[in-house]
């Protein structure tokens, strides 16, 4: 099965600053991988997506990058606020109608 | 808001009971997915309905089992309740042409004692 493993756990970055955040997936049959940010004690919320036949996605300050060879792809978040500040998970979908969602990583933007 | 709700919003129950817990799908949906997020952890894929039938399912016994509906909304059972099944469940919505673009509901946060 799938194995989807996202570092780092915890992240803290200045207000302003850039924040990425990797993952790495197992099963070459997986083609789209989303990401959700979920804040405390709420639903996850999908922010972006890309599919395995894009290799760069960007909705204003959030840009996702897959590389398919590699098997990883990275979150970008630009010019961080502190509403950025939640819990981010990445995941991936593969044809077998089946999720699998990384371990999550704790983003704080301190002001 | 995203359309999805579930039902209860906590629930309480002790080792060896059963559990239900409901879904309505967003409008236009009619996929469901059910999740499993222990405290700190990621979703875990549990199964997905699709026509009233299961339509993928993740690593988990069969002790676990669902419905869906004519209307699209969807049932998660569980039986047999363990400590180890207290997590908060969470349900996600998706259309069938684009099945991949799941949306969440608030979810139901399960106490098993």
């Known amino acids: 099965g799938e194995n989807v493993e996202q570092h780092p756990s915890t992240l803290s970055v200045q207000e302003g600053d850039s924040a990425v955040i990797k993952c790495t997936y197992s099963?070459?049959?997986?083609?789209?991988f989303p990401w959700y940010k979920q804040e405390l004690g709420k639903r996850p919320q999908l922010i972006i997506d890309?599919?395995?036949?894009?290799g760069e996605k960007k909705d204003q300050r959030i840009a996702v990058t897959l590389n398919k060879t590699a098997k990883h792809f990275s979150l970008h978040i630009t010019e961080t606020q502190p509403e950025d500040s939640a819990v981010y998970f990445c995941?991936?979908?593969?044809?077998?109608?089946?999720?699998?969602f990384g371990t999550g990583t704790s983003l704080t933007v301190i002001p | 808001e995203t359309g999805v709700t579930q039902s209860p919003t906590h629930l309480i129950k002790t080792r060896g009971q059963q559990v239900t817990l409901r879904c309505s799908s967003q409008?236009?949906?009619?996929?469901v997915s059910w999740y499993q997020q222990a405290l700190g952890q990621g979703p875990q894929f549990i199964f997905q309905?699709?026509?009233?039938?299961?339509?993928g399912r993740g690593n988990f016994p069969p002790r676990f089992s669902g419905l869906q509906f004519p209307n699209y909304s969807s049932e998660l059972n569980v039986n047999a309740l363990e400590l180890d099944d207290s997590a908060l469940y969470l349900c996600?919505?998706?259309?069938?042409?684009?099945?991949?673009?799941?949306?969440f509901g608030p979810g139901t946060r399960l106490l098993v004692l």
């Open positions: 996600a919505s998706s259309s069938r042409t684009e099945k991949e673009t799941q949306y």
């Open positions: 099963d070459s049959a997986s083609n789209y």
């Open positions: 890309i599919r395995s036949n894009v």
């Open positions: 995941a991936a979908f593969n044809t077998g109608n089946q999720f699998y």
């Open positions: 409008s236009g949906h009619n996929t």
């Open positions: 309905y699709y026509r009233e039938e299961e339509n």
